[in-house]
């Protein structure tokens, strides 16, 4: 939403607050129907066992309901935004449905994973344009790369799991090895993409070093990782990329201040 107003723009607070609660039901609705949907699969999975639903605490009608809930509560909110937002919610909750039935038949599910998170952050996008442009296509390129490489990333911890299930990821299909390397390739696209659009929107100094940051945290991330030691893949996984993106959204709203 920042990046789109520009250099001198704010959204206004009723756009925040509709994207906002948009994107917390999307997200809730998704998260909560994948657990149903892999119920079975977690079930099974020694990693997975103790999640709620295949431990027993929650039952799936209850998660069921939540899920239709925070549709709702999306599809409210999204009726609020540009009519773009309205013409383009059903795709957007295809998508957050279909991605958690994608491993069953599809090597590319790290790519539906990232379509979904690219989906939300260009729908803040396109919330307060009300039009698609290169610059939005850029940046929801950004962000598919990005997560399409740490998921890749955690689904290397389930390879003989997803192979004994047929399951489809790529570290099932192509091994720990070749799986990194292309996790650090979507990366490299990543920044690719960032610096991309930074040329395009003509972004000030604090973008450049928001990206630059990115760029090495993604180094580092992958650093911690080798083929036959994955022993800090959880600091990889969720604490890198947590920096990632709670820090290029302070050098963002740093650019946009001064």
């Known amino acids: 939403m920042l990046l789109a107003r520009g250099s001198h723009e704010w959204p206004s607070f009723a756009a925040f607050l509709w994207v906002l609660l948009a994107m917390v039901g999307g997200r809730t609705a998704a998260m909560a129907l994948n657990r149903v949907i892999d119920a079975e699969i977690d079930k099974k999975n020694p990693r997975t066992a103790n999640r709620a639903i295949p431990a027993g605490k929650i039952k799936k009608l209850s998660v069921i309901t939540l899920a239709i809930l925070s549709f709702g509560l999306m599809i409210f909110a ?55 442009t290169i610059p939005v296509v850029l940046w929801g390129f950004a962000i598919m790369f990005w997560v399409a490489g740490f998921d890749v990333i955690y689904a290397v911890q389930d390879i003989e799991f997803d192979r004994e299930n047929n399951l489809y990821s790529l570290p099932a299909w192509l091994g720990t090895k070749n799986s990194l390397l292309f996790s650090r390739l979507f990366h490299v696209l990543t920044v690719i993409f960032l610096i991309s659009l930074g040329i395009i929107i003509k972004t000030g100094l604090y973008y450049w070093l928001g990206t630059g940051i990115t760029f090495l945290l993604l180094v580092y991330e992958h650093s911690l990782l080798k083929e036959d030691d994955l022993s800090r893949l959880n600091m990889a996984f969720f604490n890198v990329n947590g920096y990632i993106s709670i820090g290029m959204f302070c050098f963002i709203l740093l650019d946009k201040i001064l």
Do not use: D, M, N
Request: glycine share 10%; charged share 5%.
């Open 78 to 132: 999204a009726w609020q935004l540009p009519l773009i937002c309205r013409q383009l919610l059903p795709l957007a909750i295809i998508i957050l449905i279909v991605y958690s039935y994608t491993k069953r038949f599809t090597y590319l599910s790290h790519f539906i994973l990232g379509g979904a998170l690219a989906a939300g952050a260009a729908g803040g996008w396109l919330a307060v344009t009300g039009e698609i």
